[in-house]
Nanobody, 124 residues
Framework: QVQLVESGGGSVQAGGSLRLSCTYS???????MGWFRQAPGKGREGVAG??????RTYYADSVKGRFTIFHDSTKLYLQMTSLNPEDTAMYYC????????????????????WGQGTQVTVSS
């Protein structure tokens, strides 16, 4: 099990930036970590993923060019820029997706461990 503690959410004006952080308790080389989000009335969608140790990244089309995922030895980050109201959602840090690749990174069921979520609200 990987314990996950998220921080960095909040309210921001459209066009602004936020950086989310996720402290993880275990580094599983070759597994994927990432960020999912869920807006009111919508299902959970994959936002970005990274294969630990490989620095291979994956992004949803809706955030490419605006969001950047990266990590160090203890934390996972999501740098969000040019935020718009459509980005308003609860954001979840996820971990422990073994055998991650470009075909399975955005499937929520492949991640064994989930954080508690942090709210991001973008006002117009």
């Amino acid at each position: 099990q990987v314990q996950l503690v998220e921080s960095g959410g909040g309210s921001v004006q459209a066009g602004g930036s936020l950086r989310l952080s996720c402290t993880y308790s275990r580094f599983i080389y070759g597994s994927c970590m990432g960020w999912f989000r869920q807006a009111p009335g919508k299902g959970r969608e994959g936002v970005a993923g990274v294969k630990l140790g490989y620095d291979r990244t994956y992004y949803a089309d809706s955030v490419k060019g605006r969001f950047t995922i990266f990590h160090d030895s203890t934390k996972l980050y999501l740098q969000m820029t040019s935020l718009n109201p459509e980005d308003t959602a609860m954001y979840y840090c996820v971990a422990n997706n073994m055998g991650c690749d470009r075909d399975n990174w955005l499937l929520p069921g492949n991640y064994r461990d989930w954080g508690q979520g942090t709210q991001v609200t973008v006002s117009s």
